[in-house]
């Protein structure tokens, strides 16, 4: 089991940019996929991004494509969801997976 923490949410304006951080406790060699999914209230958790052990192949919903950017740094155990043109429905508290593993979650705020 990994041990995973999200940070970098916060509150911007429609088309403003942030950027999330997930760093985990083991090195990211042994851990074979990451991804980060969102939750936004009221609703189901989703599949935001998706990234394989060597960055290889990612992976987006068709909602974020072309916003949105995974990439992740082995040598900092991290995991980045780079968001772009963030719009009001990109609201969400936005978690951290990886090995059947959850970070506890970042809130992201986009108001209009």
């Known amino acids: 089991q990994v041990h995973l923490v999200e940070s970098g949410g916060g509150s911007v304006q429609a088309g403003g940019s942030l950027r999330l951080s997930c760093a985990a406790s083991?090195?990211?060699?042994?851990?074979?996929?990451m991804a980060w999914y969102r939750q936004a209230l009221g609703k189901q958790r989703e599949l935001v991004a998706e990234?394989?052990?060597?960055?290889?192949?990612?992976n987006y919903a068709d909602s974020v494509k072309g916003r949105f950017t995974i990439t992740r740094d082995k040598d900092k155990n991290t995991v980045y969801l780079q968001m772009n043109s963030l719009r009001p429905e990109d609201t969400a508290v936005y978690y951290c997976?990886?090995?059947?593993?959850w970070g506890l979650g970042t809130q992201v705020i986009v108001s209009s």
């Open positions: 990234i394989t052990n060597f960055g290889e192949i990612t």
């Open positions: 997976w990886a090995s059947n593993s």
């Open positions: 083991n090195s990211l060699f042994r851990i074979a996929a």
